[in-house]
Nanobody
Framework: QVQLVESGGGLVQAGGSLRLSCAAS????????MGWFRQAPGTEREFVAV????????DYADFVKGRFTSSRDNAKNTVYLQMNSLKPEDTAVYYC??????????????????WGQGTQVTVSS
């Protein structure tokens, strides 16, 4: 079993920044790609950003490109999501996720092996 624990969410004004962290522990944390997803009330969970095991490949949803950056520190088993220029429409529960292998394959949401419990991000206008 793998445990993913997010932190860093909160309330911020539009234009502000937050940095989310996700600490992984458990049976299989090494050699796994990681990602960030979000879900707003009444909507489906959607892909935000993914990063390969070595950090050499990242992908971002169009609506966060240029504003969000994902990184990871494998020595700490931690992945980060730096969110800048936040907008009210970024308000959602943000989930950390682990893939089944060192990189993502196919549909990101369907390729998740483990989910974190989520952290709320609220952006006020």
């Amino acid at each position: 079993q793998v445990q993913l624990v997010e932190s860093g969410g909160g309330l911020v004004q539009a234009g502000g920044s937050l940095r989310l962290s996700c600490a992984a522990s458990g049976r299989t944390v090494s050699n796994r790609a990681m990602g960030w997803f979000r879900q707003a009330p009444g909507t489906e969970r959607e892909f935000v950003a993914v990063i390969s095991w070595g950090g050499g490949r990242t992908d971002y949803a169009d609506f966060v490109k240029g504003r969000f950056t994902s990184s990871r520190d494998n020595a700490k088993n931690t992945v980060y999501l730096q969110m800048n220029s936040l907008k009210p429409e970024d308000t959602a529960v943000y989930y950390c996720a682990q893939a089944r292998g060192p990189d993502w394959r196919g549909n990101y949401v369907e390729s998740v092996d483990y989910w974190g419990q989520g952290t709320q991000v609220t952006v006020s206008s």
